[in-house]
């Protein structure tokens, strides 16, 4: 069965930081990764996905991740966040059966201005 | 264009009791997913509809069941609710696609609350 780690749960950052969320997964075969990101009262967002090809895919506002296959991760970056990054973040994988997602746990970034 | 849309966007029932929860997936999408998202937790998946039947199903007992309708549609059902039935229901629906890779777009979903 497939699933997610997320290595943190909460981050708190101040505003101009960069930001790493890590994000590994188990499944042996094809994946497909995926960032969701749920702003406060807002439904979840696609943030970036990766199919194949160039494995750092980069997302809408300034966000990419790298998808390094040895090491099963899937990291999301960004080089200075805002405060309106304050949001829970996702990240999830689908294997090679129907497209069903299997999420992790989630990390709650908040961002100090 | 508009998105997923749920309703209705809150409810509290009683232990005991049947719930239905309706979804309406983007225009042009025929796959409909339904995953329960716990307070602190990820989504975790229910079941999932294409072509008026489920496609494939997690780890979630026989009290929930569901439907997809001809224009693609979906209801959720819960019989017989627990306390720890009290989540987050969330809709997702997506085309399906070649080698499965496609993106699933979420509704709002339907906070429920079972006292």
């Known amino acids: 069965a497939q699933s997610v780690s997320q290595h943190n749960h909460h981050v708190i950052l101040s505003e101009a930081a960069s930001l790493e969320l890590g994000c590994n997964y188990s499944?042996?075969?094809?994946?497909?990764l995926f960032w969701y990101v749920q702003y406060p009262g807002q439904h979840l967002q696609l943030l970036l996905k990766?199919?194949?090809?160039?494995?750092l895919v980069k997302g809408i506002k300034g966000f990419e991740a790298e998808f390094i296959k040895s090491k099963f991760s899937f990291n999301l970056r960004k080089p200075s966040v805002q405060w309106s990054d304050t949001a829970e973040y996702f990240c999830?994988?689908?294997?090679?059966?129907?497209?069903?997602?299997?999420f992790g746990k989630g990390t709650m970034l908040l961002v100090s201005p | 264009d508009a998105g997923v849309t749920q309703s209705p966007t809150h409810l509290i029932k009683t232990r005991g009791q049947q719930v239905t929860l309706r979804c309406s997936p983007k225009?042009?999408?025929?796959?409909v997913s339904w995953y329960q998202q716990a307070l602190g937790q990820g989504p975790q998946f229910i079941f999932q509809?294409?072509?008026?039947?489920?496609?494939q199903r997690g780890n979630f007992p026989d009290r929930f069941s569901g439907h997809q309708f001809p224009n693609y549609s979906s209801e959720l059902n819960v019989n017989a609710l627990l306390l720890g039935d009290s989540a987050l229901y969330l809709c997702?629906?997506?085309?399906?696609?070649?080698?499965?890779?496609?993106?699933?777009?979420f509704g709002q979903g339907t906070r429920l609350t079972v006292v």
């Open positions: 997702a629906s997506s085309l399906d696609g070649f080698e499965r890779r496609t993106e699933a777009f």
């Open positions: 499944y042996g075969g094809t994946v497909n």
């Open positions: 990766y199919f194949s090809g160039d494995p």
């Open positions: 999830a994988v689908t294997g090679s059966g129907y497209s069903t997602l299997t």
């Open positions: 225009s042009g999408h025929d796959t």
């Open positions: 509809y294409y072509e008026e039947e489920e496609r």
